[in-house]
């Protein structure tokens, strides 16, 4: 494969015009690129100062094949790719000199990538982050379920949004979330955009939270699912995630989706439990700073 197969743009809507229909074609396999890009999309360009994404689309035969962006963080994302052409694109990218952090895609992409990556650059990589993509198929409501109800956050639950929001960051990992919240940048988080609803008990305390995105390509992701280590072990996470994944279905998605950490087995046998059925295992890698930049 040539690697002029792949053609790179800094413009999000001549990206959507010739890259949208593939991305929908596969909604809960793309469900990360779909909401990131329509974010871009939506919010326009980076403040000054920071680089721009860069999109990219892999044509061959007439049609994309996969799609690849780099946000000004320089974490590579990928849809799907054989070894091969993993390799084609990390040598394209090497020959324009664009440097990269790591890369994020399904697990066989991501340690292809990653793998030739290092055999460009000599940046070496190592799995910073693991996640298994879940689809939603027949809902099915845990018994026994909690008494309470759930309950669309306003304006007045804000305080305790951050603060959830930011112990849940804690919880799995994100340092970078964290430090973002903490910084009292809301907006520009990746929670920001989200749709929260709380399960309360029947006295109006809230008790547990999930979060949902906008619906792009008939595809909802619930992001995220959290419930205070005090609290767990009484079903309020199950009775929440049923709660946003009707609302779901109800907005009319085709596709409903959510991530879990596949060490975590009390997680993935929940969700199990609730209808959803395991899809692939993601992986991002980071690629060492030491490593002389492409190019």
């Not at 430090?179 to 988080?189: C, H, K, Q």
């Not at 008939?218 to 280590?229: E, H, K, N, Q, S």
Request: charge should be negative; charged fraction near 25%.
């Amino acid at each position: 494969m040539h690697p002029d197969d792949w053609h790179l743009t800094e413009d999000v809507d001549e990206f959507l015009a010739q890259a949208g229909d593939f991305l929908r074609s596969r909604p809960a396999l793309h469900n990360t690129p779909l909401t990131v890009i329509e974010k871009l999309r939506r919010r326009g360009a980076y403040a000054p100062g920071t680089e721009a994404t860069v999109f990219g689309r892999l044509e061959s035969g007439g049609e994309v094949r996969a799609i690849c962006y780099r946000p000004p963080t320089r974490r590579l994302t990928l849809t799907p790719l054989s070894a091969d052409r993993a390799d084609a694109l990390a040598a394209h990218l090497t020959d324009l000199g664009l440097p990269l952090c790591g890369v994020l895609a399904d697990h066989d992409t991501a340690t292809a990538f990653a793998e030739a990556w290092q055999r460009r650059t000599g940046a070496a990589s190592a799995p910073g982050w693991r996640a298994r993509l879940h689809r939603l198929g027949t809902l099915t409501p845990q018994e026994p379920f909690p008494a309470g109800r759930g309950r669309v956050l306003d304006a007045r639950d804000h305080e305790q949004l951050v603060r959830w929001c930011r112990e849940f960051c804690a919880d799995v990992g994100e340092r970078s979330s964290m430090d973002a919240i903490d910084a009292g940048s809301w907006a520009d988080t990746r929670f920001a955009d989200k749709h929260f609803t709380f399960w309360e008990t029947p006295d109006g305390t809230p008790v547990s939270m999930a979060g949902s995105t906008s619906m792009v390509g008939g595809m909802i992701r619930v992001d995220p699912v959290y419930t205070p280590a005090h609290l767990r072990g009484r079903g309020y996470a199950g009775a929440v995630t049923v709660e946003v994944s009707r609302a779901a279905l109800a907005a009319g998605a085709t596709d409903v989706v959510l991530f879990a950490d596949p060490a975590n087995r009390t997680s993935n046998a929940l969700y199990q439990r609730l209808g959803y059925v395991p899809v692939a295992e993601f992986t991002g890698y980071d690629f060492s700073p030491e490593a002389p930049e492409a190019g």
